[in-house]
């Protein structure tokens, strides 16, 4: 019996890159793409599970942090943002769910915000903010191989 979730994932990519991507010699093409393509997003589920959490977690807290900035006491969407992202860290037993659906209404709330506002200072403050977000979710994406110069990443801040 496979026990931990580490050795499932390791066995079944085993089993695609040994067993079956050999046994699909002669067949069309976008087929065997589709073996490779699964095999490669199992060995990034693979590295990045455990790191999976924490990295939600860091996101939703780069949320908050412009959410703060901007002034979320005098609009409401942001404001109920902000109330449920504190509470969801707070909350020891949250999951990878409740931070990404909690992240997902603080970029809908921020999106409304600027719109709203519309003025050059909210526009530079989320880009500000949001060059640091895409360098850790490029850096979240890294062990997929698009990165031209992968090296210039900064760390993870997750």
């Known amino acids: 019996m496979i026990q931990s979730i580490d050795k499932q994932l390791q066995v079944v990519m085993r089993a695609l890159r040994e067993v079956v991507a050999p046994a699909l010699a ?23 599970l455990p790191e999976a959490r924490r990295y939600y977690r860091w996101e939703l807290s780069a949320c908050l942090d412009l959410a703060r900035e901007l002034g979320h006491e005098g609009d409401a969407a942001l404001g109920a943002f902000v ?23 603080g970029r809908e709330a921020i999106a409304a915000f600027a719109e709203a506002d519309g003025s050059v200072e909210v526009e530079r403050l989320i880009l500000k903010h949001s060059a640091a977000i895409i360098d850790q979710q490029r850096q979240w994406c890294r062990p997929f191989g698009f990165e031209l110069k992968p090296e210039t990443l900064p760390a993870p801040a997750w």
């Open 83 to 105: 109330e449920a992202g504190t509470a969801v860290l707070a909350r020891p037993e949250a999951d990878i769910a409740d931070y990404e659906k909690v992240t997902h209404q």
């Open 26 to 48: 002669g067949a069309e093409k976008h087929v065997a793409e589709q073996v490779h393509l699964s095999i490669a997003t199992l060995a990034f589920v693979a590295e990045r």
